[in-house]
């Protein structure tokens, strides 16, 4: 079994920073990409941004400059440092990860969300 666990959400002003992690755990044999989305109150559900095994990474256009992922290749945690931030990035975050099993082949597997508030 493979479990992804966020951390790192909270209150926070305009302006402000905060830090996600998402540290991935279980009979992981490979992680392929991992990403970041997120979910507004009565939108649908966007990425964020994505890391490959390789280090190759991509943000939604409108993201670009505040908000940089990263990844611990060695501990499987995946990071979303969050710069500037303002109320309109208000949402759920939500981690993602695609990745082979020990037992169970390929999988993609989500984290249960890890709430940012941005405050005016």
């Known amino acids: 079994q493979v479990q992804l666990v966020e951390s790192g959400g909270g209150l926070v002003q305009a302006g402000g920073s905060l830090r996600l992690s998402c540290a991935a755990s279980?009979?992981?044999?490979?992680?392929?990409?991992m990403r970041w989305y997120r979910q507004a109150p009565g939108e649908e559900r966007e990425l964020v941004a994505s890391?490959?095994?390789?280090?190759?990474?991509n943000y939604a256009d409108s993201l670009k400059g505040r908000f940089t992922i990263s990844r611990d290749y060695a501990r499987n945690t995946l990071y979303l440092q969050m710069n500037s931030l303002k109320p309109e990035d208000t949402a759920v975050y939500y981690c993602?990860?695609?990745?082979?099993?020990?037992?169970?082949?390929?999988?993609?597997?989500w984290g249960q969300g890890t709430l940012v508030t941005v405050s005016s």
């Open positions: 279980g009979s992981i044999r490979v992680i392929y990409v």
């Open positions: 993602n990860a695609v990745l082979g099993t020990m037992t169970a082949g390929s999988l993609e597997v």
């Open positions: 890391i490959t095994s390789g280090g190759s990474r």
